[in-house]
């Protein structure tokens, strides 16, 4: 009968049996481990040769940003490694010929990779199949080379993405002169737990086929919000320029992307908006007065990028500080509760509102952002809000930016010939709050569906970190 396990296992691994024996690993953060398995340091393994760990060219030897060619080798940084694959289409690239006058930082397929700064905690695995000789790695990421038989590189790779180490691992940074952030020399003193080698195998074998399982499991499920997202998207969009009485005769709008309108609708520009006085908009302060980052505090008025705007919602709680003082001392961009956003650099096409209950007298934005602030009854800011999110306006907007001598950016003066279709107030009103009800179960609906999302990546990750510290035995789980 096999032995109970401890209840630091979830429920949902309950089904495996343990290890006939266990003995002290010797480290805290390891606990108990099988009778037979070893723990070494990274430093032993070196030694042994078993192991070659080496990261990317630091100081003046780093490529830098003018460096970077259309074609070339891949230079890989921390934030090309996601959810255990490297996005090596997304990552820049240097010369053949400079990477070849570099010291370090060639790594080749086969090879665990490891991000240790700024992004920690990433890995993944050079592919067999790359096209390239080698990569070049950024002193963000470390290459984990293996060099005999005795580990098998899939179980390290699990093994890095085990929650015990994944939280030695940030323990290490946080207890770092420079945070977020752990050197080679410290990297040597990681602890691994080793299997035997036939072991290790049918361990790694086990989470390949278990993890895949999962994994198949988290796509089905985010081509699901993907699906409802468009059917978001789509009622919106379809509402906010025909309305909601299907009967309705239509007119031709006069502007091409628009296509017909309901008969009694306007489409006015923003332009005209602003000079009837119904409309005021406005972005952050450019040039010298831009707050930069040795401006930020911890505690002040939210300055408000691109970036905190995400799904219809302002990321207070994400976004940098600045004082009271500076913020007062600024020319343009406080925008008040109300406000209806919209990004238009960099991030383009999100949008949100402040919210009347917000603690601040006013947010500042930056040169990326751009409030519009209704001063008359003829808009309602709702409608507004759903007309930003619309297909036809999200479509008009990129085609906009992609036109401009700066790319991802759309200003002002282009803003002011957006154009708007305008029900009557008391339409937008019904259609706003129609909307309201119809977005909210579609959200409602992704919010499950991305809270069984959430579910099945713990249990992916307990799942793996159970296996490589043998909390379970799976060996005998391989062939059936």
């Given at each position: 009968m096999s032995q109970v396990l401890p209840k630091d296992v979830p429920q949902t691994l309950r089904r495996w049996k343990r290890y006939p024996a266990y003995k002290n690993s010797g480290v805290e953060w390891l606990g108990e481990i099988p009778k037979d398995w070893r723990v070494l340091t990274v430093r032993n393994l070196i030694r042994s040769e078993y192991l070659e760990i080496q990261d990317g060219n630091h100081g003046e030897m780093h490529p830098r940003a003018e460096d970077y060619v259309e074609m070339g080798i891949p230079f890989v940084m921390a934030n090309n490694i996601r959810n255990g694959k490297i996005d090596l289409e997304g990552c820049k690239y240097i010369s053949e010929q400079q990477s070849k006058s570099l010291r370090i930082g060639f790594s080749e397929s086969g090879d665990v990779l490891l991000t240790h700064k700024g992004t920690i905690g990433e890995t993944a695995i050079v592919p067999e199949i790359i096209k390239f000789e080698f990569i070049m790695l950024t002193p963000q990421v470390t290459y984990y080379r293996l060099k005999k038989h005795e580990i098998n590189r899939d179980f390290l790779f699990c093994y890095f993405q085990s929650k015990s180490f994944q939280e030695r691992l940030k323990f290490i940074a946080s207890n770092q002169s420079t945070?977020?952030?752990?050197?080679?020399?410290?990297?040597?003193?990681?602890?691994?737990?080793?299997?035997?080698?036939?072991?290790?195998?049918?361990?790694?074998?086990?989470?390949d086929r278990e993890t895949a399982k999962i994994d198949a499991l988290i796509a089905k499920k985010e081509r699901l919000i993907e699906l409802l997202q468009e059917k978001r998207t789509a009622i919106i969009s379809h509402t906010v320029t025909k309305g909601l009485n299907s009967t309705a005769p239509l007119k031709d709008s006069g502007v091409e992307w628009l296509g017909e309108i309901p008969e009694d609708w306007r489409v006015v520009t923003v332009r005209n908006l602003i000079r009837s006085e119904c409309l005021?908009?406005?972005?952050?302060?450019?040039?010298?007065?831009?707050?930069?980052?040795?401006?930020?505090?911890?505690?002040?008025?939210?300055?408000?990028?691109?970036?905190?705007?995400?799904?219809?919602?302002?990321?207070?709680?994400?976004?940098?500080?600045?004082?009271?003082?500076?913020?007062?001392?600024?020319?343009?961009?406080?925008s008040q509760s109300g406000d209806v956003l919209l990004t238009h650099k960099g991030?383009?096409?999100?949008?949100?509102?402040?919210?009347?209950?917000?603690?601040?007298?006013?947010?500042?934005?930056?040169?990326?952002?751009?409030?519009?602030?209704?001063?008359?009854?003829?808009?309602?800011?709702?409608?507004?809000?759903?007309?930003?999110?619309?297909?036809?306006?999200?479509?008009?907007?990129?085609?906009?930016?992609?036109?401009?001598?700066?790319?991802?950016?759309?200003?002002?003066?282009?803003?002011?010939n957006f154009e708007i279709v305008l029900p009557y107030p008391y339409e937008q009103k019904v259609i706003a709050s129609y909307l309201d009800r119809e977005t909210a179960k579609i959200d409602a609906l992704i919010a499950k569906i991305r809270e069984g999302i959430e579910k099945l990546k713990e249990y992916r990750t307990a799942l793996i970190s159970a296996a490589v510290t043998g909390k379970i035995d799976v060996r005998n789980e391989v062939a059936s």
């Open positions: 945070r977020d952030y752990v050197g080679l020399v410290a990297q040597k003193d990681f602890e691994i737990v080793l299997p035997s080698p036939n072991e290790q195998n049918a361990i790694a074998s086990f989470l005021e908009i406005q972005d952050g302060n450019h040039g010298k007065i831009h707050p930069r980052a040795e401006d930020y505090v911890e505690m002040g008025i939210p300055f408000l990028m691109a970036n905190n705007i995400r799904n219809g919602k302002i990321d207070l709680e994400g976004c940098k500080y600045i004082s009271e003082q500076q913020a007062e001392s600024l020319r343009i961009g406080f991030t383009l096409g999100e949008t949100s509102i402040i919210p009347h209950n917000i603690k601040f007298r006013f947010v500042m934005l930056t040169p990326q952002v751009t409030y519009y602030r209704i001063k008359k009854q003829e808009i309602d800011k709702m409608f507004l809000y759903y007309y930003f999110q619309s297909k036809p306006f999200q479509e008009r907007l990129k085609f906009i930016a992609g036109n401009q001598s700066t790319r991802d950016y759309v200003g002002l003066i282009a803003q002011k």
